[in-house]
């Protein structure tokens, strides 16, 4: 049996099919989630079967007319009736249903009616045959039982129903409404118990492969989707700052030179923000270590809630140091962001006495801009970010400071391409 594929069940985990294969033998009903799961995967194969099996029995049954015609002649009108009139339509009905996405159940039902409905039409012929030979037609009563385990395939359950309920009529019919003396009738009642013992047997076997099989296979799959989902959780994590939440340093080099292979546009300007806490080696001598990290994961947070998280990257340079690349932002407007930064800080009065004589922990920034040309502008970009937070803590931190213009202005000549015909001068 061929398993489709079908969205995995929430409730399903690999832990749950490794018990199940852990049992070492073969299950005809698994818990509810997983015999849910194994209904879903299996039900459009089934479908499909049973549609099939319906068509192929049909030419096959109808052929039997022939023994009609032999065995049972004084009902063989009748049996024309029940065969083209009856049966044969309602075949053709539970097949054409089938071809439509029904639920396991219903599925399950409709394989369910179909040799009982040939059960039904061998009961009726044989007990309104007074034909010599109509103690013979009985045995029939087989064939229906080796058409629901052999060529269907039913459920197990199923099968073992249509198994009881055709040897259960057979019995009642054949003892107390048949003029069969009490050899013969035991002789097709036991032939009967011996078939359907015989094929459920089989049918057991075969459908624990069917399940062992669909544990294997299913174990697999969702082993190797959690695999995945755990390596993306970990390379995720590897790319982030455990303590603050922002990018690390491989963070944010992967997020930014992502964002320049996708950049349409080399000349589209960004700015870099680096910022450093004031005073941070006195805070942590001051208050300790632990302080020190909320204090950090405090201003991460606060950053944070001034970027845009689907366009902007933040990341921990390293120690107090903290780094923002903003896309598609010149230098005012970056200057502009930088300093929400500073106030968004000081409005957070996180308490520090600092050697300056301030009362609550600030930060300096610098601020620097560059055309999306690749990502070694980048570098050169955080180099003057850099240089600029320098002259914010020289210039008496607690500011921002950015880019010089002189050494914007020289920046952006040496990134513009060269006129033909004019040599440097």
């Known amino acids: 049996m061929k398993a489709m594929a079908t969205p995995l069940h929430d409730a399903l985990r690999a832990a749950d099919l490794d018990v199940e ?56 009108l009748l049996s024309v009736l029940l065969h083209l009139g009856v049966v044969t339509p309602l075949m053709l009905f539970a097949a054409s249903i089938l071809t439509r996405p029904l639920s396991p159940r219903a599925t399950e039902w409709i ?27 009985q045995y ?19 099968a073992a129903f249509v198994a009881l309920a055709s040897t259960g009529l057979h019995a009642v019919l054949v003892l107390k409404f048949s003029s069969l003396g009490a050899p013969a009738a035991v002789m097709g009642i036991m032939a009967l118990c011996a078939t359907s013992y015989i094929t459920l047997l089989a049918l057991a076997i075969q459908e624990g492969e069917y399940r062992r099989t669909w544990l294997r296979r299913r174990f697999a ?87 845009n998280p689907e366009r902007d990257v933040l990341g921990r340079f390293g120690g107090e140091e903290f780094i923002a690349f903003v896309p598609h932002c010149h230098l005012d407007s970056g200057t502009e962001l930088a300093e929400r930064f500073r106030r968004a800080l000081v409005a957070a009065a996180i308490p520090h006495a600092r050697p300056d004589g301030g009362s609550t922990v600030t930060a300096s920034l610098g601020v620097a801009e560059g055309r999306m ?49 004019r040599s440097a001068g």
């Open 221 to 307: 799959e969702l082993r190797t989707v959690e695999l995945s989902h755990d390596n993306a959780k970990l390379s995720q994590l590897s790319r982030i700052d455990p303590l603050t939440g922002a990018a690390n340093r491989r963070g944010f080099d992967l997020a930014v030179e992502n964002f320049f292979a996708s950049a349409t546009r080399r000349d589209a300007p960004f700015c870099v923000i680096m910022l450093d806490v004031d005073h941070f080696k006195s805070y942590n001598d001051t208050y300790g270590h632990a302080e020190g990290d909320r204090c950090l994961r405090t201003l991460a947070t606060v950053m944070m809630e001034c970027l």
């Open 21 to 76: 294969m852990r049992r070492g033998r073969a299950r005809l009903q698994f818990s509810a989630p997983l015999e849910a799961a194994y209904a879903e995967d299996t039900v459009a194969w089934r479908r499909k079967h049973y549609r099939r099996s319906a068509l192929l029995a049909l030419i096959s049954y109808n052929l039997f007319l022939v023994v009609d015609a032999v065995v049972i002649p004084d009902v063989f």
């Open 373 to 421: 040309s690749g990502v070694a502008a980048l570098h050169d970009v955080i180099a003057h970010a850099d240089i600029a937070l320098y002259d914010a803590k020289k210039g008496g931190r607690n500011r921002v400071e950015p880019q010089p213009v002189r050494r914007r202005q020289i920046r952006l000549v040496e990134e513009a391409p060269a006129i033909p015909g």
């Open 111 to 137: 394989g369910t009616l179909m040799p009982l409905v040939y059960i039904l039409q061998v009961e009726v012929l044989f007990l309104g045959s007074t034909a010599y030979s109509a103690d013979q037609y």
């Open 140 to 158: 029939l009563a087989l064939f229906p039982v080796m058409f629901a385990n052999s060529i269907l395939k039913l459920g197990f359950r199923h």
